[in-house]
């Protein structure tokens, strides 16, 4: 009743390729936007600024950028936490030893740097496919780990691979408290989350999905499968490396290798199933889910455990948390393949035929 | 057009024998580990005619379309385009030189709906590169919409609108067989291959498809090559025809020379039956 | 001469562990064209069970501590929780996932390791447990007559060594052998065509995960003997990922041949190549060969060549 697709009617193509195409849908988000750049600062305290929104904006990103890949192009990789580091450790380089370097250029020089290296760890991609990719991509990662830990010139000589960055400014503006921190990354994943929603919605999301669907066919209608593959490792790549910088310099300021481990990999990978394969949404949704779900059982767990008279310690919490994912994973993948964005989306749809139950053309 | 009439119109699109080869296949072999898909076939088709491949089960006909196609590369043979010799190129490539086909088993692409299926066609005509589709603005965003005209005319073409914005997995087998048609035709190809356009359709879906694949013929020039077991479809539409049996070609001309022909009668029907009149 | 000679042993013995781990991925692959991502966890799983089990039991029961009855009915009820465990994957997972495309199953198999993973440490704690299997723990010289002074073998090694060999070869008489390998085999190659002779799938499945089961706790004991049972062991599984690769995932000697190529591989990379690039590149070396092998030859050494139809 609310919220009605009446009298939307489209007058040329380009109006009806929108991203939202109801203009309550525009207006919602619009609004959104306002809200997050400019309420959320003057309202959120530090502990929900750094603990929560900061981490999942960054978390967001590097989750786009793994389903343009695993879910836009259908490549598994599971070493998305290798190419977060390529970027942390490439942008550290550029801003440790290039004086006077522009924050900005060195989280651009960071993503750059994933961006070469997933094309070149994206080449066995050409030849092999499933199991086999996720080897090659497993390759990266460890060989990452040991990069960063062993080759000195790579941290600046730090002996464990830990690096730390400080007095960080952008623009003129000191990032030095959570709010800037914020609106900073708030600002960067807009601006990527919207050149990534542009790309999968024109010919090269397109391109991509063909390889997904059907790769032969692919090539016989004329989808160059080198040019596409590599072409998602790439900006795959860039927007994770970009969210590794940002992950580093944003978050937590100092960092070792074990902070893009394939612990952290499998989180992306988990972000990316439950937020929904193929969703730019979905990105931001599994994001928000990976982030929170652990908070909460840490602030639930230890009550139920005193209501049923057992003890909950940390690892126990951390053990429920493994259950609760891996259940999670295998529920969606059986149920739900597209997660929670398709979930988000059947909602919206409702809501549109909402008191009615079907719609004309249902 | 009835297709059970038994005299045939004559096919108003009849090109003459002066027409240029737009295909020339020769001497054509491939082999699957120890099985002989091909042996030595030869044929042309000729600029905008419409020829047949037909034949028994397994006797070769999509093999000889994937070797058109670049899919599969023949052992032995060439395969020439207007003229320029292909087989060393990758699939895609064949794609770019105007040849586009039609899939027996539909390779649709099951994740997208109609429209995006029938635009990714347009791939091969996609100039502006990554940086201006993330920008969307400007050039690429003309581009888009001018993609999105013509991938219109295509749907209007085949009347699929009612469609457009449906996942092609929800779509029934005739509509789906439309939008690998729709999906070929995206491409502006010279050379249409498809193989087996009609199977699995009832007589009123077999009459559009035909319909679709005249007007194609006739409106676009485009020349085709299909396969199909629709002996009616097939005397009914296509200019020449081609039989191939276990691999060998046995019979090549115009559907009549074609059907009285002893040796694909024997294929067929075996020896010693009485051809249908 | 000697050293080297030892650390092809020592790569060898190690090798024929990984072989062992590798051949759990080798026989669910074969099986159900799963690759089994949670078999580390399995491990884990199997090691945890016997290692506290083994201490329970004699609370329980009164049985001596630390001696062989104890530590035999230990075995007996991990074997049965590891059948528990692979019947309910089955039922809760592969049953929904049968026509999935293998990038989902592999997906599914890691959140499978990860609950796993949990649900064990809950079960039975995360602390670091020991597993005595009574072998002895002191080296020995070998070959002392032809080199001199002998070459080092570790004995525990060399018996775990053994353990593992024994049971590799009797899974591949198994396989090649019994009818229900045969079934097994035929399963792999297609689901619908043995479904539609008559082969009850999922009954197949089930034996499968359970032969999985034995061979991770075999495994569990042995790498939990040498290690300890911790967390650690689950990421065994992804150390043994590579000697698949290598080895091709369908086959059974291919397992054994990957193993031990990647046993001493590592070993020997880490001695002769290490030094020059910083040390610690036995992480990454099994990947690298792996990844040499996907670009030329992607079926490894022995498995079937994958083929596209269109």
Redesign the interface.
Known sequence: MFYRDNGELKTSYGADAQIFALAQERWAFIAFMVAAFAVVPLVADAYWLRAVLIPFLVLSLAAVGLNILVGYCGQISLGAGAFMGIGAYAAYNLHVRIPGMPLVLSLAGGGLAATLAGMVFGIPSLRVRGLYLAVATLAAQFFSDWAFLRLGWLSNDSSSGSVTVSGLEAFGVRLDTPQAIYVFCLAVVTVLGLAAKNLVRGAAGRQWMAIRDMDVAASVIGVNPVMAKLSAFAVSSFLIGSAGALWGFMHLGSWEPSAFSIDRSFQLLFMVIIGGLGSIAGGFMGAAFIVLVPLALNRLLPIAGDALGMPFSTAAASHAESMLFGALIVWFLIVEPHGLARLWSLARQRARLWPFAHGAGA | MNMSDSTHLEPSHAREASAGVILDVQHVSLSFGGVKALSDVSFDVREGEIRAIIGPNGAGKSSMLNCINGVYRPQQGTIRFRGCEFGHGATHEVARMGIARTFQNLALFKGMSVLDNVMTGRNLRTKSNLLLQALRVGPSLREEVRHREFVERIIDFLQLQPWRKVLVAHLPYGLQKRVDLARALALEPQLLLLDEPMAGMNVEEKQDMCRYVLDVNEEFGTSVVLIEHDMGVVMDISDRVVVLDYGRKIGDGTPLEVRTMPEVVEAYLGRAEQPQG | MGFFIETVLGGLMAGMLYALVGLGFVLIFKASGV?NFAQGAMVLFAALALARLAQWLPQWTGMPANGPAAFAVAFALAGVLMFALAWLIER??LR??VN?????L???T??????????G??LFG?DIYKIDLGMPKDPAFVLVSVIPGGVLVNREDFYAALIAAALVAALSLFFARTATGRALRAVADDHLAAQSIGIPLRRIWVIVWCVAGVVALVAGMIWGSKLGVQFSLATVA?RA??VV?LGG?TSVPGAIAGGLLVGVGEKLSEVYVGPY?????E??FA??L??AC??MR?QGLFGEK?I?R?
């Open positions: 690759f809760l997972v929904h996932l999935q495309d293998g990038g989902t592999l997906m599914a890691l959140g499978v390791a990860y609950f796993i993973e949990g649900f440490q809950s995360s992804l990922l590579p690769i995932l690039l910083g040390g610690g590149i992480i990454w990947y690298a792996a990844l996907l670009l992607p994958i596209d269109v």
